[in-house]
């Protein structure tokens, strides 16, 4: 039988939460690769999808959920019962995953992909995306330095997340001076089975694929 939860992504990308949330959850589910790099986002099979032209998207049963915090949110709804978002506090989790999708990984992306951004010399929105983003990352790294997870009671997916943060910071080359060491923090997150399993499975996927992922 055909699993009924279905994940459009491209590994290793932002998408890569998604998947350590469905492994977190022990869900059965299929998946489709988009190569983002060359465009497949905006084609007109992924359009059908997800008009947006965005990733992820997830078909649960027969609706189509899109945006990361949301298929968050849906899916510790449904099946986690507090298991992603933690029981203490879910809404101010789910407010912590927006801040980061929007404002964090927004600012972010400019300074990853300042190109897109202009016509002209790039580095000008490097910098200016660079200088918005620095409290925001002094705010996280400094409630991280004091504390073994972004959340009081423990792991919650929000760690994931921060984690690929980090790792875009490093291929962005936000330069990390002054910045506490983390390196037992993302350690303690990739242990996890789950995210284990969900490097595992996004292998996999871009074994069968054939994606290969870009350099820099």
């Not at 910045?179 to 089975?193: G, I, N, T």
Request: with cysteine; hydrophobic share 45%; charged share 20%.
């Amino acid at each position: 039988m055909a699993s009924s939860i279905h994940l459009f992504h491209t590994p290793f990308a932002c998408s890569g939460v998604i998947v350590s949330a469905l492994e977190e959850l022990r869900l059965a589910y299929g998946d489709t690769v988009i190569d983002i790099f060359n465009g497949e986002q905006r084609s007109e099979s992924y359009l059908a999808v997800n008009p947006k032209g965005k990733v992820p998207a997830i078909r649960i049963e027969e609706r189509v959920l899109t945006e990361l915090p949301a298929i968050l949110w849906t899916l510790d709804d449904q099946y986690g019962k507090g298991l992603l978002l933690g029981t203490d506090d879910p809404l101010q989790s789910l407010s912590d995953l927006i801040w980061i999708a929007d404002s964090v990984h927004g600012t972010l992306r400019i300074a990853f992909m300042p190109q897109r951004l202009t016509s002209g010399d790039p580095e000008p929105v490097r910098q200016a995306a660079l200088q918005k983003l620095a409290p925001m990352l002094r705010l996280i790294v400094e409630r991280l330095s004091a504390s073994a997870y972004w959340a009081n009671e423990g792991w919650t997916i929000v760690d994931v997340y921060l984690v690929w943060i980090f790792g875009m910071c490093d291929r962005a080359n936000v330069v990390r001076q002054g910045w506490p060491d983390l390196s037992s923090y993302v350690e303690r997150v990739a242990a996890r089975p789950s995210y284990r399993r969900a490097h595992a499975r996004q292998e996999e996927a871009m074994a069968r694929s054939g994606l290969v992922l870009p350099h820099g």
